[in-house]
């Protein structure tokens, strides 16, 4: 963007100002290239498209769903806080991270402090760190130990572009690290010597998300022995597989000769369920439910207006919670693919969801640099979606306001989503 800024002062400066001796043009220069380099939106040329947008997203920004804790900057990931419960731990395009306590909007002071946006985060229950990859193609560190007491450490490098996701585990009892980067490259990282044991290749785009298989766990455990399947998704649009050992990493056979195609375009976010089948999301507009009995054929699809962000699910509701780049947070019924409640809050791309309250609740984080948090419990989602109904009846206020707000009037799908809370009530 900065050289078109410079190209078009460049033309204008040569061709529609040539007497530019003259004090009136060397001030109209003046004007010009401090434009150039301006971040007001007055200082661009806008479609009238753009500038009703911009008008929507302001008036938007002042409503209260979700109750949002606003931070400075544009937040790119979250991640629950393991240490303390009822907090967030989020990624910001300042390059920082910090703590979010949902309850009383406290946010820590940042625990790491980078030069560049923060992409992804991941935590290491074996040596108590946070991890967060960063667009300087380095991973940070911050150790977090129960005390509170926070000891940064040297950051990891290897990467030859943007670090994209993260994913902290455990070999032979060892704190393992797995990235991914824009690089097209799976890294496998020990810990304990902060060196890479393994480099793999076989994307052809940016790494996006991992997910462990939960079947290639021994029986009866929970975290990964000596060994794990490891799920890889990509801007290829394609998912492949991997064994992962402390001596050893390579792509399954099976994924070599054809990996998972489940999707037009990329994809952004992978998640197993209890029954180790995969759902995932995608710039196809679509989040999918893929049955691994049925050779990871997709036998629910959940339709979006845009790219799909992220998704989630809660096993004790039944429920998938989606985020999308139009804003919204969708919740589902995980067995029919039922559209149950829309929240709308957000002004701004919806980037990342992490589950709370043994899944009772969701929070959501955005371009917006809002953390919002939401309700899975079907009570409190016919209570929305009533209040809803009443702000476009105008019981809370007129229609027009209402809609400005954000809350606006509810649409055909959002009508028929409170009939089916209520049925379920009754």
């Known amino acids: ?40 939106s007055g200082h661009y040329f806008q479609t009238s498209d753009s500038l009703a947008t911009s008008e929507r997203k302001a008036v938007k920004a002042k409503n209260k769903h979700g109750e949002p804790i606003k931070l400075p900057s544009k937040i790119l990931a979250a991640h629950r806080d393991p240490v303390k419960p009822g907090s967030v731990l989020i990624a910001e395009a300042a390059g920082q991270t910090k703590t979010v306590h949902l309850e009383n909007a406290e946010i820590s002071r940042p625990s790491m402090n980078a030069t560049a946006p923060l992409t992804s985060l991941a935590y290491s229950r074996g040596n108590a760190t946070l991890y967060a990859g960063c667009w300087d193609k ?41 990235s991914g980067g824009a690089d097209a490259q799976i ?16 994307h052809t785009k940016a790494l996006q998300d991992f997910a462990i298989d939960p079947l290639s766990f021994p029986e009866g455990c929970s975290e990964p022995q000596d060994s794990f399947i ?53 710039a196809d507009k679509t989040a999918k439910h893929l049955v691994r009995s049925r050779g990871w054929e997709a036998d629910t699809m959940l339709q979006h207006p845009d790219f799909v962000k992220d998704v989630v699910v809660s096993e004790s509701a039944g429920l998938v919670v989606t985020a999308c780049r139009d804003e919204e947070v ?23 969801l992490v589950m709370m309250d043994s899944d009772r609740k969701v929070v959501s984080v955005s371009i917006d640099g809002t953390v919002r948090q939401w309700s899975l419990e079907r009570g409190d989602m ?20 209402a809609e400005k707000s954000g809350g606006g009037m509810l649409t055909a799908e959002e009508e028929a989503e409170l009939a089916d809370l209520m049925d379920d009530d009754d």
């Open 230 to 282: 490891l799920f890889s998704a990509s801007s290829d649009r394609e998912i492949r597989r991997w064994h992962i050992a402390i001596d050893s990493a390579h792509e399954l056979s099976e994924s070599i000769e054809k990996p998972i195609l489940a999707h037009e375009t990329s994809i952004y976010k992978i998640t197993f369920d209890q029954e180790g089948d995969l759902w995932t999301a995608s």
């Open 187 to 202: 890294i496998v990282w020990n810990l304990a010597t902060s060196q890479p044991i393994h480099k793999l290749k076989g």
């Open 382 to 401: 016919a209570k929305y979606l009533e209040q809803r109904r009443k702000e476009r009846d105008g019981e809370e206020g007129s229609s027009a306001g």
């Open 1 to 40: 963007m900065e050289h078109i800024k410079r190209d078009i002062f460049v033309y204008l400066r040569f061709s529609l100002l040539p007497n530019a001796d003259n004090d009136q043009s060397v001030d109209s220069i003046d004007r010009i290239d401090k434009m150039s380099r301006s971040n007001d």
């Open 138 to 178: 380095h991973i940070y560190s911050s150790q977090i130990p129960p005390s509170g007491t926070q000891v940064v450490t040297s950051p990891l490098k290897s990467h030859t572009d943007f670090v994209k996701c993260l994913l902290a585990t455990s070999l032979h009892g060892q704190p393992v690290l797995i």
């Open 330 to 352: 969708r919740v589902w019924d995980a067995s029919s693919g039922d559209l149950v409640c829309t929240y709308s809050g957000h002004y701004e791309e919806v980037t990342g």
